[in-house]
């Protein structure tokens, strides 16, 4: 499986969690926005891992947006074109449709683990910043 097929695979099960949670017609939105947060997550938890290995501070507070608005809005826009425009996660829906059910079932695991890995990742680059005494490297 090659990594764009991974990446639809991902929006797959994250339409099928959605679609099975709340019984609307918005379940390939809600997809895109949990895709856009993971990559928005997985960002910040490689700048914090950064900012921990090499004890340098990143300050933003002159102006913090100019650095955050122009990556999500990347990551929104390019995410919208890969999936939602002309449906073209649909296409990719059929063939994991047709998967058998050990599959669908190690899709599912490897989809959970992922998204628990991004989750975890961001919570541990935290509280390694924590740790750091930052007075020291001012």
Request: glycine share 0%; hydrophobic share 55%; proline share 1%.
């Amino acid at each position: 499986m090659n990594i764009k097929t991974a990446y639809y695979l991902l929006f797959y099960k994250l339409y099928c969690f959605f679609k099975a949670a709340w019984e609307d017609s918005w379940s390939d939105w809600k997809s895109l926005i949990a895709i856009n947060t993971l990559e928005i997550l997985l960002i910040t938890g490689l700048c914090v891992w950064l900012e921990v290995i090499f004890k340098v501070s990143v300050d933003l507070s002159a102006n913090p947006y100019a650095f955050v608005i122009p990556i999500a809005v990347i990551i929104v826009v390019s995410n919208y074109f890969i999936f939602l425009q002309k449906n073209k996660w649909k296409s990719y829906a059929e063939k994991f449709k047709n998967y058998s059910k050990a599959k669908k079932q190690l899709a599912s695991w490897t989809v959970f683990v992922f998204v628990l890995a991004i989750l975890a990742n961001v919570i541990l680059a935290f509280y390694a910043m924590s740790q750091i005494d930052w007075a020291k490297y001012r």
